[in-house]
């Protein structure tokens, strides 16, 4: 699921191509993706582009009359820069946003069509669509240790609530957590003041790095490699690869559709972490550490 980096450069490569450029229409091709019904889709027709703003993992379009696009591309949808009046692929389409001089094509793979288009009229409309998470580039420490200590969850849950914090999902908590040096499932009840800093320094400097790294990939182009699995990624989707800072093969854990990467010598003091299923699979059986690990491995 493209996430606050991703996003921000979408916003970025946008607001570049569309703002002060009127809307000609939405050629929708997916019934499931309009998820609105007033107002009508087709009364953004012709209405010129005030803005683009984003919430949460959110891409907001502002029309002129306070109208309001709402997408939300979820694990799999995807926008591309083509030339005016592109035909959309009848596979993977899902919308065109036809504009004079090119066609924004919002596509999405696999067979789950996740992604949302809502229109709202009003910023009263689009509040509803906020989750309320805090923006993590703009917070201050002590607005970041009061949002942490509001609920106690793990760590990993708490960065990927998207009512605690707002952009910030699987991928880039991974990258996070190694930054700072904590457990995925640390108690957010548990941190001290130093590991609560810790971790605002991490959150918004891994933010900035990948950013910067994606602006520069990107240049005056449109984004095309929007994916949550990259080889400069330190731990997420890197099970099995060496730690890039400590080279102790990385450790996951799976559960539901998500997965939590970790580095266990820079992370749990070398401790391998098992999630409840597997406690009461394998109770006293899971390996504590990676030198029992191994030696289980070498039998």
């Not at 002060?20 to 499931?32: C, D, M």
């Not at 094509?105 to 805090?134: F, I, M, N, P």
């Not at 995925?184 to 320094?201: A, M, N, V, Y």
Request: glycine content about 8%; proline content about 5%.
């Amino acid at each position: 699921m493209p996430e606050l980096p991703d996003i921000q450069i979408y916003i970025e490569a946008l607001t570049d191509r569309i703002v002060g450029v009127e809307l000609e229409s939405i050629r929708l091709l997916s019934p499931f993706l309009l998820r609105s019904v007033d107002p009508s889709i087709v009364e953004t027709h012709g209405r010129t582009v005030r803005g683009i703003r984003r919430m949460g993992k959110r891409i907001v379009i502002e029309l002129e009359d306070d109208y309001f696009l709402v997408l939300h591309l979820m694990i799999a949808g995807r926008l591309k820069w083509q030339k005016a009046g592109a035909a959309v692929p009848k596979k993977q389409g899902l919308a065109a946003f036809d504009f004079e001089h090119g066609t924004l094509v919002l596509t999405e793979a696999g067979t789950k069509k996740r992604a949302s288009l809502y229109v709202v009229q009003g910023e009263d409309g689009l509040a509803d669509h906020d989750r309320g998470g805090l923006e993590v580039m703009e917070c201050s420490a002590e607005e970041f240790a009061d949002r942490l200590q509001a609920r106690n969850h793990t760590l990993k849950r708490a960065l990927c609530d998207p009512t605690m914090f707002s952009g910030i999902g699987n991928a880039y908590s991974d990258e996070i957590l190694h930054s700072a040096r904590l457990s995925p499932f640390k108690q957010t009840g548990s941190l001290s003041d130093e590991e609560g800093e810790r971790l605002w320094t991490a959150t918004r400097e891994t933010m900035q790095t990948w950013i910067d790294r994606f602006r520069e990939e990107t240049g005056n182009g449109f984004p095309k490699k929007v994916t949550a699995f990259r080889p400069e990624m330190a731990v997420h989707g890197k099970y099995g690869e060496p730690c890039p800072v400590c080279n102790t093969p990385v450790q996951r854990i799976v559960y539901a559709s998500n997965e939590a990467n970790y580095c266990p010598t820079c992370q749990t003091e070398g401790r391998l972490l098992k999630d409840r299923a597997l406690s009461r699979l394998l109770k006293s059986d899971w390996p504590r550490s990676l030198e029992e690990l191994e030696d289980r491995r070498n039998r």
